[in-house]
């Protein structure tokens, strides 16, 4: 299906494990976003990356690493869970022209246990 | 600390009536503002967007309204639906990268 994917949608992991959430766009926006989505905080960038191969740091990226090997791919690494993760996390991608006018994916619902 | 941040939190409107949802910004040099609409179990969906040079811009039911003297910005909904009833966030570019970032979000609740 065309659009913005994540996967999976719903994950419950543990303390210190690792975890990956993943982002697949199929219209080859140039750009892609992380956020968490907490109550009380709002939307929060983690990390945003112009074009394959380029990826910058946003307002909130300790305890997450990304790539983007692919343009269409966009993943997310927690590399230690921990409780303070727990959260809604959305990707998104837009055109390199109107880098604010995003397209959200559905949302994956992360618990750290 | 935000720079964009919305006055009320929850907004009840009879279905039918007018909209309006207040959003105020500290960074006089912000020269982009965008609204988003984010339904319940789904991500965030563009609604509209208005640069510094204009006062006003009008879409589809919403019309965004821009104060660059008080810095506030509103977002109009005419005869608003049910289908309107979500959280609204506004966003201006800042921070990191120059990247979005998002108000606190109003959650707009649509009486039948």
């Known amino acids: 299906d065309a659009g913005i994917t994540q996967s999976p949608r719903y994950k419950i992991t543990e303390t210190g494990r690792q975890v990956t959430l993943m982002c697949h766009q199929t219209?080859?926006?140039?750009?892609m976003f992380w956020y968490r989505q907490d109550l009380g905080h709002g939307l929060r960038l983690i990390y945003y990356s112009a074009a394959a191969d380029i990826t910058d740091k946003g307002e909130v990226p300790d305890g997450y690493v990304v790539s983007r090997s692919k343009t269409e791919n966009f993943p997310l690494t927690l590399e230690s869970a921990t409780r303070s993760q727990t959260s809604v996390y959305f990707c998104a991608s837009s055109e390199s022209g109107h880098p604010y006018e995003q397209y959200f994916g559905p949302g994956t619902r992360l618990t750290v246990t | 600390g935000e720079s964009v941040g919305l006055h009320l939190p929850t907004l009840s409107v009879q279905e039918g009536d007018n909209s309006i949802i207040n959003c105020a910004y500290s960074n006089s040099a912000s020269d982009y503002f965008i609204w988003y609409k984010q339904e319940s179990g789904k991500g965030p969906q563009f609604i509209i967007d208005i640069r510094s040079n204009m006062d006003k811009r009008q879409g589809q039911r919403v019309t965004v309204l821009l104060n660059k003297t008080v810095k506030h910005l509103s977002l109009q909904i005419a005869a608003t639906q049910p289908g309107d009833s979500a959280v609204y966030f506004c966003a201006a570019p800042e921070g990191a990268g120059n990247m979005l970032t998002f108000g606190g979000g109003t959650r707009l609740m649509v009486k039948p």
């Open positions: 219209w080859s926006h140039s750009y």
